[in-house]
Structure formats: C-alpha cells, structure tokens
C-alpha cells in the first residue's frame, strides 16, 4: 500500500477517481429516478464525437467538444415523451447510436483510430496530469456547488418525471436545460480522462446500488457517494497490483460492489418471510 501511494501517477488517478465519483455519483441519482440512464453514454458520446470532429478537421478538441456537448444538452432537454408506448431510453438511444457510429468513423481515418477508441471508452487514469486535475476540481465544483444551491428545483423536477408528470411542462424548462448541462459539462471533462464506461458506470452502477439499499432520498445520495468513492479507491489498487488497465478496474470494481449490494438485498428478502411455528408471515410488499 505504502508504495503504492509513493507513486505520483497513482495518487493522480485516486484524486481524479475521488473527484468523479463525487459528482458523478450524486447526478447519477437524478439519472437512475428520471429513468434515462442513457442519457450520459449519449452525452458522453456527442462529446467524444465532437474531439473527433475536432481532431479531423484540425480544430480545438476541449471548444468544439464543449460546443457539441451543449447543443446536445439543449436538445435533450427538449425530449419528453408523452406516448405511453414510448420511453425516453428510445430517443436517447438514437441518440447514442448515431454519436457512437459518427465518432467511430471520424477516428478510423486517423493514424491510430484502434487506440483512439480504446482510450475513448476507457480513459487514462494513470496519464493525467495536475493541470488537468485542476481543471476538473474547478469545473466540478462549479457544477457541484450549483446542484447543492438549486437542489430543491432539481430534485422536485426529478420527481416529476419519477411520476410522469410532464404533460404540463412547457416546451423549454429552464431548469430542466441546467440539469442537462450541468451532465453534459461534467461528462466532457470525466470522459476525456476516465472514459465513456467509466463515466457511465460512476452515474449508474452506485445510485441503484443505494437504491436497492434505501427508500430514503437524501440516504439514496449518501450511500451513492460513498459506494463510488470506495469503489474507485478498489479499482485503482486493483489495476496497480495486478496491472489492469485503471478504467477497467474501476468498472470491475463498481460491479463487484453491486453484486455485493444485490446479494445482501436478496438475503434481506428471504428474511422477510419469516418460518414461525411451522408456517410462513406474510410480509407486505413495502415492508422492506
């Protein structure tokens, strides 16, 4: 462990790792409750789309990615689905599909599209530097500080889509674009650095793992935070002690710890039908 942490590029990669899981963790629980758990691999994947584009035309990756990244916010955020037969993974799945085969296509006409590729779905914890991790920390912060300012607007809008009440939604909501961008900034700073999977894994994997665990919405947040945190603490020792690629590990690690959650929810489960004098309670649905 000690010489572990001797390591700059280690340390690095667990600050960025702490960093992420942070903010990525506690978005995620409005991803998991509005039901578009898409949503980040389609903005993640404009934003790559956009450095690829970038790269092919010759222009600045962090602008243009930015910029695709916000148009894709603003359109988003413009998808409501009213049609009982539709569901907003339909729409965010075209989404992603087309991003996902535009950005592949771009990168195979560079001189190292394998590799390229490789580095878009999983990052390089372990190459990034301290001005980068700057950066993040700043625009993270930014974000996070807006989410806890506004947190009451975001959560309540949250539960509107959680109870399908969109219907009276106007057309553009002002605080449902910030949702949106506030997501679609914080992904194209993580999924520069940790990679469109991990990224994703750091929005989901740790919300429903706490959903799972409580019913509570602010013990929901909490566990979520944690859950991340730890996880990528375990995936970044993982890849340093058995060489994994960091991303990976940290991918690994989050569906380790899941697996974990959902066997202790199982057992919790069976617990509740308890054998009493030779016969079962019944225990109703939401005692648990």
Do not use: C
């Not at 758990?37 to 010759?58: E, R, T």
């Not at 988003?76 to 950005?103: C, N, P, Q, W």
């Amino acid at each position: 462990m000690g010489d572990m942490l001797s390591q700059s590029f280690v340390i690095n990669a667990l600050i960025v790792s702490a960093i992420l899981g942070l903010l990525l963790s506690y978005l995620g629980v409005h991803v998991v409750g509005r039901g578009i758990v898409f949503v980040d691999l389609a903005l993640g994947q404009i934003s790559m789309l956009g450095v690829a584009f970038a790269g092919f035309v010759g222009w600045d990756e962090t602008v243009i990615s930015i910029l695709f990244t916000m148009i894709g916010a603003f359109l988003l955020s413009f998808i409501k689905v009213k049609d009982k037969r539709l569901k907003h993974e339909a729409i965010i799945g075209i989404v992603y599909a087309v991003a996902s085969a535009g950005t592949v296509l771009l990168i195979s006409k560079t001189p190292h599209g394998e590799s390229d590729i490789s580095e878009v779905l999983f990052g390089s914890l372990f190459t990034v530097t301290t001005s980068q991790i700057v950066s993040l920390a700043v625009v993270f912060g930014i974000i996070g500080a807006v989410q806890i300012i506004f947190r009451k607007k975001f959560f309540e809008l949250t539960e509107q889509f959680e109870n399908r009440q969109v219907e009276h939604m106007r057309v553009f909501d002002l605080w449902n674009f910030l949702f949106y961008l506030s997501i679609g900034l914080s992904i194209v700073f993580a999924v520069r650095l940790a990679g469109v999977i991990p990224v994703f894994s750091y929005l989901i994997v740790p919300p429903v793992a706490a959903v799972l665990l409580s019913q509570s919405k602010h013990v929901v947040v909490w566990i979520s935070i944690i859950f991340s945190v730890i996880a990528g603490f375990v995936g970044i020792y993982s890849s340093v002690q058995f060489d994994f690629p960091a991303g990976s590990s940290v991918v690994a690690a989050l569906g380790a710890l899941f697996l974990l959650v959902a066997l202790v929810k199982f057992t919790r489960f069976i617990n509740v039908h308890i054998t009493k004098n030779g016969k079962t309670l019944e225990v109703p649905n939401d005692a648990d």
